[in-house]
């Protein structure tokens, strides 16, 4: 099993990013994915989900507006765009898939967002 983030980078305030999650190894059709983060000291936090049938979608409130959370079940990748980042999305942002009783994580990407 791999998840395998990409995208992150070092981008201004106020600009895009677009992290890409390609996944190998289990049946990717079947897993909810999400997308998570973690700053440095803090706890991880849910940023956006996505259903299995990409179907139904879910943003944490500071991300509500501003992130839109894909999937492609042909490429088996899941999407996070992010656009009008600021400071506080500075984090390393980590690709989760779901189902039942099971869970993966990739290795994070690294977004950090200059003033």
């Known amino acids: 099993v791999q998840l395998v983030e990409s995208g992150g980078g070092l981008v201004q305030a106020g600009g895009s990013l677009r992290l890409s999650c390609a996944a190998s190894g289990f049946t990717f059709r079947l897993y909810d994915m999400s997308w998570y983060r973690q700053a440095p000291g803090k706890a991880r936090e849910l940023v956006a989900g996505?259903?299995?049938?990409?179907?139904?979608?879910n943003y944490a409130d500071s991300v509500k507006g501003r992130c839109t959370v894909s999937r492609d079940n042909a490429e088996n990748t899941v999407y996070l765009q992010m656009n009008s980042l600021k400071q506080e999305d500075t984090a390393t942002y980590y690709c989760?898939?779901?189902?039942?009783?099971?869970?993966?994580w990739g290795q994070g990407t690294q977004v950090t967002v200059s003033s």
């Open positions: 989760n898939a779901h189902y039942r009783f099971l869970d993966y």
């Open positions: 996505i259903n299995s049938f990409g179907g139904s979608t």
